[in-house]
């Protein structure tokens, strides 16, 4: 499940896969997602979720079983 603050901007040219296992992946406020970014749920249960303020640049991969949690 994915969700996205109305107040981040994600770019159309990040790359963010749907987790086949219902996995949350959560942009908070004003965050910025750059182009290029790759956000993968690689297995495992764990959350995807970036706080509010946070910006991911260009190039960035995130592959997670375990879970991730960047910010707030």
């Known amino acids: 499940m994915l ?7 994600v770019s159309q040219l ?13 942009i908070g406020p004003r ?8 956000i993968k749920p690689a297995g495992g249960s764990g ?3 970036i ?5 991911i640049n260009s190039g960035t991969v995130m592959c997670t ?5 960047i910010g707030d």
């Open 47 to 49: 959350e995807v979720v």
């Open 51 to 55: 706080g509010a303020d946070c910006a």
């Open 65 to 69: 079983g375990n879970g991730i949690r």
């Open 31 to 38: 965050t910025m997602v750059d182009a290029f970014v790759k």
């Open 14 to 26: 990040a790359d963010i896969e749907p987790s086949v296992r219902g996995t949350r992946i959560a």
């Open 3 to 9: 969700t996205i603050d109305p107040t981040a901007k």
